[in-house]
């Protein structure tokens, strides 16, 4: 079992995972562990909760700047975001799909991505995909099912392909999708009055909303 995980280890960092010396090297580790759903290895990097809010905020603000410069709805990019991966640069899936937006590695080579778990380019290919996605099927419905079972589901289906997961993913954007909206109107509405929404982290590590009188 030893030979099998240093195996996996080395065939893993061969394939470009992330470098925890990026990003607070004393405190971000990583460990090799078989998925419970399909018995495979998988290397997963685990983040303190400090270090996960900045790079939560980091990745919001990437994603904002990306899908502006495409054109889609940045709230939507987040949500896709907080679905695959809950902000984590480093995440790596059971299939092998990598970084904040979980590209496989054949999308990511689809899409010029070179390094998946460089935020920026993680980031910039997923939003291209997913604005190839909107423009296919012109249903955001439909996109976010193709980005996660594929377009050629999509299209054999007529829609939604009937596989658990997607439906799953699918709802699970949707209600993200919802928050982010809710939130974002809040922040308007108390714009209006004379107040804002400022975001904090507790020293959890986990964000918190409050409103504070304008200046």
Not at 87 to 95: D, G
Request: net charge positive.
């Amino acid at each position: 079992m030893r030979s099998c995980l240093l195996a996996a280890w080395f065939c893993l960092a061969a394939a470009g995972l992330p470098r925890a010396a990026e990003v607070e090297s004393s405190k971000i580790s990583s460990v090799v562990k078989a998925d419970p759903a399909t018995g495979r290895l998988v290397r997963r990097v685990v983040v303190p909760p400090a270090a996960k809010a900045r790079l939560e905020a980091n990745a919001r603000a990437q994603a904002a700047e990306t899908a502006e410069r495409y054109n889609v709805d940045p709230l939507l990019v987040e949500s896709v975001i907080a679905v695959e991966s809950d902000y984590n640069p480093f995440a790596v899936s059971s299939k092998g799909a990598r970084g904040l937006m979980q590209l496989m590695p054949q999308t990511a080579k689809r899409l010029s991505v070179a390094d998946s778990f460089n935020p920026a380019q993680n980031i910039d290919g997923g939003v291209r995909y997913l604005k190839y996605l909107l423009s296919l099927f012109g249903d955001e419905t439909h996109a976010v099912a193709a980005y996660n079972a594929g377009e050629g589901a999509v299209l054999k289906y007529g829609g939604v392909p009937p596989y658990p997961e997607t439906a799953r993913y699918v709802k699970q954007v949707s209600n993200k999708l919802k928050q982010a909206k809710a939130r974002a109107a809040a922040r308007s509405a108390a714009a209006d009055h004379g107040v804002h929404l400022e975001r904090y982290t507790d020293s959890e590590g986990r964000l918190h909303y409050r409103t504070v009188a304008a200046q």
